[in-house]
């Protein structure tokens, strides 16, 4: 390396998002899966809980982005009901009982804005860069208040969220710093809209809790950095894939058997490299997408049912 010239050079940048963070923090076993097995070992059903929340969020970005005088509770009613997802649900009278309840939600919600008081940005990317990392993220929607900027995601769980929710989020934390560095304007005010119920949950940050957020999540990506190039320097030179993962001669230690061989789809590493993605067991383990190909996350928790996410009572058709 010294003859190259290379002895020095900077490390590259590590490129994520912050999903991509926090995944290694909840489940190294469940980033692996994600974002270095390839193909990604295949995931379980869809969860209606998330398709309550993915048509929520497209209809209040849509309903951004009428003109003025269709912006209306009747509006967002609408689009909600042209873009909604049934995928998951117990059968389609508990997904029409959850459309219309998310259609109140929405138009409900609505209700409190201001129609006329235009976002900065609706669905907006933004993105920066430090000595270690480069992140994206987007932004459901980012006000524009005074002089300041204010980023407001919006929640459709079961539990309101409080306000060490939105101070602890790495999340809100990095959107404000890349929203600050993009548009060239301050932003410290991070707000949790919790649909269902109308309650906010807000925090000011300081330019040092942002600080201290962006240098937690450089002190993350260094450790999945350092594993994924552990994990990227045993691949097969040929780079090739079957359907039941990477080639289990060339991956299994001498006299061991390659980890997860058991489950098809899931790629087969040597044990080193499997202990560098350790399972998190725990209650959140019924909740993985990859559940099936983790022995240790079958034991920790229960089965769930695709509609067991969503809040009860049911609403009524």
């Known amino acids: 390396m010294e003859q190259l010239g290379l002895e020095g050079m900077p490390r590259r940048l590590y490129s994520c998002t912050p999903s991509r963070l926090n995944s290694w923090l909840d489940c190294r076993r469940r980033y692996r899966f994600a974002y ?88 907006r990317t933004v993105a920066t860069r430090t000595a270690i990392i480069a992140v994206s ?87 999945a950095s350092t594993a994924d190039e552990t994990y990227r320097a045993r691949l097969p030179s040929t780079g090739k894939r079957s359907g039941r993962g990477f080639a289990a001669a060339k991956f299994a230690a001498p006299g061991s058997a390659p980890a997860e061989s058991n489950s098809p789809g899931v790629a087969l590493v040597p044990p080193e490299i499997d202990a560098l993605f350790p399972p998190s067991p725990g209650p959140i383990c019924s909740w993985c997408d990859f559940r099936r190909h983790c022995p240790e996350g079958r034991t920790a928790a229960p089965d769930k049912s695709p509609w067991d996410g969503l809040a009860t009572p049911e609403p009524a058709l």
């Open 36 to 123: 270095l097995d390839r193909p990604a070992p295949p995931k379980g059903p869809p969860w209606a809980h998330n398709s309550v929340g993915a048509a929520v969020h497209n209809a209040l970005a849509a309903w951004w982005r009428e003109p003025y005088e269709r912006r209306t509770p009747m509006t967002a009613a609408i689009l909600v009901s042209n873009g909604w997802i049934a995928e998951g649900f117990r059968d389609q009278e508990q997904s029409l009982a959850w459309r219309d309840r998310a259609r109140e939600m929405v138009s409900g919600y609505v209700a409190t804005l201001d129609a006329a008081d235009e976002p900065v940005g609706v669905e």
């Open 137 to 223: 993220g987007r932004i459901d929607r980012l006000d524009g208040r005074g002089d300041e900027l204010v980023v407001v995601d919006y929640k459709t769980g079961r539990r309101p969220p409080g306000p060490d929710d939105a101070r602890s989020s790495l999340a809100l934390a990095i959107y404000a710093v890349a929203a600050s560095r993009v548009l060239r304007r301050s932003c410290h005010r991070v707000e949790l809209h919790h649909l269902p119920t109308g309650q906010i949950a807000d925090w000011e940050h300081t330019d040092e809790t942002l600080t201290r957020h962006l240098g937690r999540a450089e002190q993350i990506a260094e450790e």
